[in-house]
């Protein structure tokens, strides 16, 4: 069983920073793949970012050159750097075990002036 955590959503100005932190439960966490999804109002869920155990990062075009998706294994955490962000990115965003389907409660992120 794994459990996660999501923290660092809020409201951010357009073209401000957030980072967005997912802290994983259980064992083994290292060799998941990760990823974080969104969701905007009336929207479906969409893959924002993932990262695989061997550190390699696929990103939406839409977060490509903006998003980041590190990830720290000995503290089994995985991170969404997000930077000049846009009223668009305005959505809850979830963090994901890839494959295996376990789901954080979600974080909002709110780009507004």
């Known amino acids: 069983q794994v459990q996660l955590v999501e923290s660092g959503g809020g409201l951010v100005q357009p073209g401000g920073s957030l980072r967005l932190s997912c802290a994983a439960s259980?064992?083994?966490?290292?060799?998941?793949?990760m990823g974080w999804y969104r969701q905007a109002p009336g929207k479906q869920r969409e893959l924002v970012a993932t990262?695989?155990?061997?550190?390699?990062?696929n990103y939406a075009d839409s977060v490509k050159g903006r998003f980041t998706i590190p990830r720290d294994n000995a503290k089994k955490m995985v991170y969404l750097q997000m930077n000049s962000l846009k009223p668009e990115d305005t959505a809850v965003y979830y963090c994901?075990?890839?494959?295996?389907?376990?789901w954080g409660q979600g974080t909002q992120v709110t780009v507004s002036s």
């Open positions: 994901k075990v890839e494959g295996r389907g376990y």
């Open positions: 259980g064992s083994f966490f290292s060799i998941y793949a």
């Open positions: 990262i695989t155990s061997g550190n390699m990062r």
